[in-house]
């Protein structure tokens, strides 16, 4: 195995030329500017002190660009990560102590340990239990949620809570002490980035700038907001008039050292470390295939496992929080143009520099500032059409979404994501357990079979074709064993069945033994069972069964074969070989071709050897 293939920046290194550099260099830049406010007030909203945003802005970018198989994903901290690790860490202690920061390392390890060990058991599919309704209604919550966290810094107020109803309360009871110098600082930076959003690219491009460059600088905006706030704070002293600031931020790079081994803080942030991996690898894994895609790239799931992984160990070791992929400053990254994940090593240098040379002037920073910051970067996560559209299109899928949407919003968010998916795989079951199945003919003239509700199609009282519409297993086994006898019970004069099998991708043991019964059921009935389009995979487990040899009728290679020798009068001179062997209609068992001789009777030009192979379900 090459080293690239643990290592990926190995690869990304090959031919890498000074103008891929000076892109990368370029991009690291911008995303510079824009992670520095991010990551103070990311810390900020995860109870953290702010050095801790610019701790995990560091070591787990250089760790993703040598594990990770995005060019363009920006790791680090990130609003949904960070609000998770705020209601993970509120009962284990106060936020911003000494304890808190330190359970916060250990949730970050512990979260980097559980990506590891996914990706090295190559379990990236786990994620797949998150749907995207249940990850859309959570995430729309938890823009909700965030939001409301921080309108009590926009406000001056002291106001706190693990929902929305309790912070409703609380920044109810305290109205009557808001700030009115916070309150315009914060409303005011809300208002200029909501119109730099809105139209500052716009009239950009209006002054001749070009589309890039225009929007590069209107997703630049926060910087100069936190250059005016800083700059208004610390000449007329608003600290001194109840503003509430940063503080004072330790200059200096992050030490390396293990995070606190106590058993019991470790199994009690399991839970949330888990969630939190999964959460935050999908929203990575989905920024990052969306990216690459648009460059003709590829991203290896499981790779990314382990590189979020590394970065959140590298978090947990170096004084950092909780980091996963982040969709503005990734999408800024990929439109500044960087090329490989060196950008975000070097995104990783400058936040090292900024750490070194800008923690002074950061100290006179208005928290209101870094709220709206956060208030308007979580607008985009914020999208409550689509539980409208969602429940137009799929009851089930609507009814997931909503229930996480809620339970998160006035329960907390491990209880909404875990509702949330308890509900999709519920919901899953329910829907699996009653496959759609439907009783199909012949379009005439042709070798296609439709729904004979739905279409004017040829049928024949003495032979029922029922398409089974969905992998056979434990939950629907029965239901199917009710559907056929069913069919059974209202054609009295039925003498076959076929199984129509073309989206049957899996047959379970359940499933078999169902199939067994309702062989055996239809047998006392004088009715024939047979198979058509039994995909290669599951002939190839049922063909050493009992049921295959027990069978009454035959597999048939297609529908239209079935339907040829079961219609037509000259079945006998046209039906395939029997799975195990067994009669047609009438009493009498039908010959089965001999392998030795003549041509096949279904395609009248391949010898019978070939056809006999080829029906008793040996193709794939």
Known sequence: MTPSRWIPLIGWLHGYRRDVLARDLVAAVIVTLMLVPQALAYALLAGLPPEVGLYASMLPLVLYALFGTSATLAVGPVAVASLMTASALSGIAAPGSAEYVGAALVLAALSGLVLVGMGLLRLGFLANFLSHPVISGFVTASGILIAASQLR?????????HNLLEMGAALFAGLDDINIITLAIGLGVWGFLLVCRRHLKGGLRRLGLSATVADLVAKAAPVSAVIVTTLLAWGLGLGERG??????????????????????????LLP???????????????????????????????????????ANLGAGT??????????????????????????????????AVATLTLTTPLAFLPKATLAATIIVAVGTLIDLPAIK?????????????????????????????????????????YRTSRPHSAVVGRVPGSEHFRNVRRHTVETDDRLAILRVDESLYFANARYLEDTVMELAARQPGLAHIVLACQAVN???????????????????AGVFLHLAEVKGPVMD?????????????????????????????RAAETSPVACGGAGL???????????????CPITGNAPVRECFRVHRGDSP
């Open 243 to 268: 503003v509430a600031l940063v503080g004072e931020v330790p200059s200096g790079l992050p030490s390396l050292a293990l995070p606190s081994l106590d058993p019991t803080l470790w199994s009690s």
């Open 389 to 429: 559209r969602t429940w137009a299109y799929s009851w089930a899928d609507g009814v997931a979404m909503l229930a996480t949407l809620m339970l998160t919003l006035v329960h907390g968010v491990e209880s909404g994501i875990l509702v949330g998916v308890v509900l999709s795989l519920g919901l899953h079951l």
């Open 318 to 351: 170096s004084g950092g929080s909780p980091v996963s992929g982040g969709f503005s400053r990734s999408v800024v990254n990929f439109e500044a143009g960087a090329a490989t994940p060196l950008a975000g090593a070097f995104t990783a240098l400058g936040i």
């Open 506 to 524: 899996v047959v379970d043991a359940s499933a078999l033994e169902s199939l067994e019964a309702i062989n055996g059921r239809l047998k006392d």
């Open 153 to 161: 810094h926009v406000l001056g107020v002291e106001a706190s809570g």
């Open 541 to 569: 487990r049922l063909k050493h069964t009992e049921f295959c040899r027990e069978l009454t009728g035959h597999v048939f290679l297609s529908t239209y074969d079935a339907w040829r020798a079961l219609h037509d009068e």
């Open 272 to 310: 949330a470390a888990v969630l939190i991996s999964l959460v935050g690898f999908v929203e990575s894994v989905s920024v990052a295939q969306t990216l690459a895609a648009k460059q003709r790239q590829r991203i290896d799931p499981n790779q990314e496992l382990i590189a979020l992984g590394v």
């Open 585 to 599: 209609a009438g009493g009498a068992p039908s010959p089965s071709p001999s392998p030795d001789s003549g041509r």
